[in-house]
């Protein structure tokens, strides 16, 4: 089937219609991983065994069981138990709890690269620690995983299509639908792709432009 510049001009604009779907649904998805790891981690360093071994079994858990397994359970189980969520929240919810597993470590990674003379001088100096973790450990240990997280933010951008699987409205459903109605697949899975490619990009580069304005030690 040859390439129609015509109907990728057709199609073009309901393609675009959808992607700030796709946009939010990440963007969304990062903000509740970013807010849910740190105190996850907490939990996990927690000093208290009952805490650390059950906030550890659960990211091992949820990191090692599919993305889409807990997009179903969370839209089609949770209803069960009383717990209706729109097509979009359970998409945002179960995408932001997956990649706050993987949060936790990324912010795990900064905590101990902190100096432990920093730990010493803080509790010299009697602060509390909420002191401790607010003013001297976490502005420490943020900027050097910064672009760490912009990738995992770039990496959910380019997950949202498995959303699908639980009805969400997204680019790449979008496409399969426009597909299946004319037969046409080239054109509308090439624009996705472009779409994904420009956005990811974008990304990418405001997430660099980001890191240069972070301070440095």
Known sequence: MNWSWEYARDILPQLLAVLPVTISAALCGFALAAVLGLPLEAGKRSKRKAVSRTVAFA??????????????????????????????????LGLGIHYAAYMAEVYRSGIEAVPAGQWEAA??????????WFRIILPQAIPPVFPVMGNYLIVMFKETPILSAITVVEMLQTAKSLGSASFRYIEAFTLVGLLFFA?????????????LGLPRK
């Open 123 to 132: 509790k010299s100096l009697n602060f509390t620690p909420r002191q401790t």
């Open 199 to 211: 956005v990811s990009y974008g990304s990418a580069l405001l997430v660099k432009r980001l890191e």
């Open 59 to 92: 990211l091992e858990l949820i990191r090692s069981t599919p993305l889409l397994i807990q997009l179903l359970l969370l839209f089609y189980a949770l209803p069960q138990y009383g717990i209706s969520l729109s097509p979009f929240a359970a998409g945002t």
